[in-house]
């Protein structure tokens, strides 16, 4: 039950403070579609996000940045050498950046598809 809670309040913290400097915050909302995760949707699955508004797009990147945060902060929780922690978390940050980002790039494929036809 510890560990949930701790999930939470780290998910809950990064989506507003997401939500705080970049959804509400237009000069940075701007360049919202050239960050990391957006290019590994460009790349892999070549959404163009023609059609997608910047506000709704930061704010599902900032609910998946929640989930890959939190997540990678529970697992290095449940280790106690700060060592091992880092050596699992770092793989796992990777893994779950790569698969977050491509489940979310399938379903804007899939949007865009849907839109044009």
Do not use: H
């Not at 939470?8 to 919202?32: D, E, H, W």
């Not at 990147?61 to 997540?71: E, H, R, W």
């Not at 050596?87 to 990777?94: G, N, R």
């Amino acid at each position: 039950m510890e560990i949930l809670v701790q999930w939470v309040m780290v998910f809950g913290l990064i989506v507003i403070f997401y939500l705080l400097f970049i959804v509400f915050n237009k000069k940075k909302r701007r360049n919202i579609f050239n960050t990391p995760g957006a290019v590994i949707m460009k790349v892999k699955f070549k959404v163009t996000f023609k059609k997608t508004s910047e506000k709704s797009f930061s704010l599902v990147v900032g609910i998946t940045n929640g989930i890959i945060c939190a997540t990678t902060y529970v697992i290095m929780r449940l280790f106690e050498n700060i060592y091992l922690s880092f050596l699992v978390a770092i793989p796992i940050l990777i893994i779950m950046i790569l698969v977050c980002y491509s489940l979310l790039g399938l379903i804007y494929k899939k949007k865009e598809v849907d839109k044009n036809v």
